[in-house]
């Protein structure tokens, strides 16, 4: 089955600067690649995602660039805010699955 | 608010108690999933349901698990005979399915947190 790693465990940063968390995939069948950001008490919130036929994506501060051949993909958000203090999730899902396998998480502290 | 929902948000049993959760997906949603979640882990797929059938189980899911959706809206998850590694959050999420061109998107409930003693 799919294995994801996600790196790093935890990563703290100063308001804004960027901070970059990296995962890595085993199947090469994997095509879609969703970012979760996940607050205390509350459920994963969907952020980006990228497809296969993609190498990079951006939505405002967030971006995600994906290597198939080397089978990662990272999540970069710029200008860091307090507010993007949470633990942030990637996951991996095999074309034509729709089930996800996620990383383990990154917390994120943004310090002000 | 249309998201999705999960009842009770959190829930203290006993050992060897009987607990079930309810999930409501955002309304037009046809698959519906379940996930359980434990510190430090994401998410791990427990099953998912299109509409009312069953998809997919997860060898997590043991024969004390059991859930069910039995009109294609919202579900049910209950766990018999609950054990302490039961412990944990569990998540709900619905996805438009296939057919949207947006069934890979899926979206969470806050979860349940089960805690047995």
């Known amino acids: 089955g799919e294995n994801v790693e996600q790196h790093p465990s935890t990563l703290s940063v100063q308001e804004g600067d960027s901070a970059v968390i990296k995962c890595t995939y085993s199947d090469s069948a994997s095509n879609y690649f969703p970012w979760y950001k996940q607050e205390l008490g509350k459920g994963p919130q969907l952020i980006i995602d990228?497809?296969?036929?993609?190498g990079e994506k951006k939505d405002q501060r967030i971006a995600v660039t994906l290597n198939k051949t080397a089978k990662h993909f990272s999540l970069h958000i710029t200008e860091t805010q307090p507010e993007d203090s949470a633990v942030y999730f990637c996951a991996a899902t095999r074309g034509g699955s729709y089930i996800p396998t996620f990383g383990r998480g990154t917390s994120l502290i943004v310090h002000p | 608010d249309t998201g999705v929902s999960q009842n009770p948000r959190h829930k203290i049993t006993k050992r060897g108690q009987n607990v079930t959760f309810r999930c409501d997906p955002i309304?037009?949603?046809?698959?519906l999933y379940w996930y359980r979640q434990t510190l430090g882990q994401g998410p791990e797929f427990l099953t998912y349901f299109q509409n009312e059938a069953q998809l997919e189980k997860s060898r997590l899911l043991s024969d004390r698990f059991s859930a069910e959706r039995p009109k294609g809206s919202f579900s049910t998850l209950e766990i018999q005979r609950t054990e302490q590694g039961d412990s944990a959050m569990y998540l709900c999420a619905s996805s438009p399915g296939p057919t949207s061109g947006r069934g890979y998107e899926q979206f969470f409930g806050p979860g349940t947190r089960l805690t047995v003693l």
């Open positions: 990228i497809r296969s036929n993609v």
């Open positions: 309304s037009e949603h046809n698959r």
